[in-house]
């Protein structure tokens, strides 16, 4: 008796720990999504289901893996705010259906019954709804059939709700019609540029004083950016390419591997679109050759793209028992109906593929250089182990030069160089980051070579001596004076330009521009030039200056405005583009306000221990 008084004491109280546990654990986020948490808030009357918010946030991560290759895990998602801005989304949806329901608005059986067969994943083989891939699939995520449902016709009632909103908003027709005639507008110009030769006399050569003002005035233009001095040890494969021994038999090996890339059979560039039954297939193909439809359509009917039916380049084994069909054409066409894996298929062959068939000799100076390449790899790895060792022990680059193959060399980096061993990511990220109390490592370098390195010193900016940049400086001051006395020039032309006179009476060539768009690209004008011919009123005229160093100096003249051109297709489909994206644009600004107004009123409440759960199922 004694015994079993005991016994059920100690079940009791292992009940009461694993009780206790259950109830610490909910804190933790440990919730059964499937139990009694269904829902991490409300709006008014109407829950946010745990598994809208699960599937916002999975396709939140999602979108921003597809747009940046970043996959966060659920604590840096939440230190960008994902996480708010998913529950910010369902928040809004729910508050526009809790309105719906609200105001008596739904959607039947037969709406909810069109939407599921129309969403892909519900789909069989055949591009149709499938009612046993429907209820797995939902199963699979852990979503009931009714729930699910209940979703689609809750969105279909938001969606009503939200057209309703909508319906007949647009922006005013002055605004579209302001921005189609700004960017349709065209202009008709001449413009002339100045250069040295254009100038009545030439520029004097400069005498000594001349120059040292410059060089004393212009100091920054001859002075070097601060610098790391740096002493370096390397080494890559191309280095040690002519000291590999290379194996007549190796060679002949690595081309048998290679075999089927240099002995390929016949190919086909094919796409495959498969039906339900053979009847389908074969009223698809006679519609075809009767010119009722053709390939491109039949894909689109059936709700698919090009990409979905590409099988790309294949053999006529890869296609099985449709290869000899396909293979049969001798001409890119349509083939079929083959029953295929997938039932009635038609082929459309794109092009072909001729047999190849490379031989050795040709291709052996390319085996002979990949293998010395990937040998003298294998011999660097095999090094990195000895340079390590060395500089550990204390020797010097100059020692590791000596005792090694790896190459000793000096460079005063900035980061501005990119040549030799400066054109590697490894080498610049090391050079900008390196002390002189940092011990040189052997570091990696992505085409299989490695290098070390020691900071000698940092050289501050230094201004070069003029006499080292004399010649730089020459042609900077004549640059300079020729640009000055064009400056000049074209201010005592300007007046006459713009009352009309001809550049070309001047002696100058002469370019006219007629009708030309805001975006007009012309090759080989001066910077800004059509930006200034569309500031400028008609009859009035304006001087370019040229790029800072360039010696030229433009004069453009506005002659004609004109009105965009009615008969411009490309600029009518734009207007019509960017009317629509206005609207659709207010339309947005009006629901985000009527969902602001309803969510205030209906009230939200959030349960941030389900919220925390739903993160937490995330990691």
Known sequence: MANNKAKGASRTVVWIILLLLVIGLGGFGAVNFSGNVRAVGSVGDTPIPVSRYQ????????TLQQQTGMNLGIAEAKSFGLDRAALAKVVDQVALENEATRMGLSVGDVEVQKRLTQIADFQGFDG???????RDTLSRAGIAVGTFEDEIRATAARGLLARAIGTGVAMPEQMTESVYNWAGERRSFVWTELTAS??????????DADLKDWYDSHADLYTLPEARRITYAWITPSMLVDKVDVD???LRKLYDSRAAEYH???RRLVERLAFGTEEEAQAAMEAIAKGETDFETLVEERGLTLDDVNLDEVTREDLGPAGDAVFALSEPGLAGPVETDLGPAIFRVNAILDA????????????KNDYATDRARRMIQDMTEQVNDLLASGATLEDLAGETDLELG???YTDAMSDGLAGYAAFRQTAATVTTEDFPEAIALDDGGLFAMRLDKIIPPTLQPQDEVQDKVAADWKAAETKTALEALADELLPRIESGEDPASFGLTVNHEDALTRDAYLADVPTGLVAKAFELAPGTAARIDGTEGTPTVALVRTDEVLPPDPEN????AAREEYARQMDDQLTGDLVDAFTAAVRETAGIKIDEAAVNAVNASFQ
């Open 55 to 62: 599937r916002q946030l999975r396709q939140d991560l999602l």
């Open 128 to 134: 149709k709804f499938d009612p046993q891939v429907y």
């Open 198 to 207: 254009d100038l009545p006399e030439p520029i004097p050569e400069p005498s």
């Open 569 to 572: 297709t490309d600029l009518l």
């Open 264 to 266: 390929k059979p016949e």
């Open 410 to 412: 000096t460079i005063d």
């Open 248 to 250: 007549e038999d190796a």
């Open 356 to 367: 190849t068939d490379t031989p050795y000799e040709d291709v052996r100076d390319e085996l």
